[in-house]
């Protein structure tokens, strides 16, 4: 069984590309905290992490820099010859889904598009209710 589970924060900017046939495809690393053997000191590992679709849509648009992570999906392992005729690997995981792993408070702001929207006037606007105003809530 192949099944990776991370919690880790976003090194960079999610890159999202679309394929020649319009896929969309989002590469980002996670820094992923671990106890060092020895001392109860933190190393970090890098991961590259790989997302398709509608899930590397929901990276590029809610999650930033800095932004902590739970990542679920497989190791998948790439090879290839550079120009010297040497064999090559690296790792990825390869995304199946994404949450948010920070607390509500901090989520707040990263819970919301990363785009802009102009809101028209004609879109009704949010009044603040006095004290008074709480009795006259129906639930």
């Known amino acids: 069984m192949n099944v990776i589970c991370l919690i880790g924060r976003l090194t960079r900017e999610p890159e999202l590309r679309y394929t020649t046939s319009n896929i969309p495809v989002c590469r980002f690393t996670i820094a992923v905290d671990r106890k060092y053997a020895g001392e109860g000191q933190q190393k970090t590992d890098f991961i590259n992490c790989v997302?398709?679709?509608?899930?590397?849509?929901?990276?590029?648009?809610?999650?930033?820099?800095?932004?902590?992570?739970?990542?679920?999906?497989?190791?998948?392992?790439?090879?290839?010859?550079?120009?010297?005729?040497?064999?090559?690997?690296?790792?990825?995981?390869?995304?199946?889904?994404?949450?948010?792993?920070?607390?509500?408070?901090?989520?707040?702001?990263?819970?919301?598009?990363?785009?802009?929207?102009?809101?028209?006037?004609?879109?009704?606007?949010?009044?603040?209710?006095?004290?008074?105003?709480w009795d006259d809530i129906p639930f």
Do not use: H
């Open 51 to 133: 997302a398709w679709r509608s899930t590397a849509e929901f990276v590029s648009k809610y999650f930033d820099k800095g932004v902590r992570m739970g990542v679920t999906g497989s190791l998948q392992i790439n090879t290839w010859e550079n120009e010297e005729g040497k064999k090559m690997y690296s790792a990825e995981v390869l995304v199946n889904s994404i949450d948010f792993a920070d607390g509500k408070k901090d989520v707040s702001t990263s819970a919301q598009p990363k785009v802009k929207v102009n809101k028209s006037e004609d879109e009704p606007q949010f009044i603040a209710l006095d004290d008074g105003d």
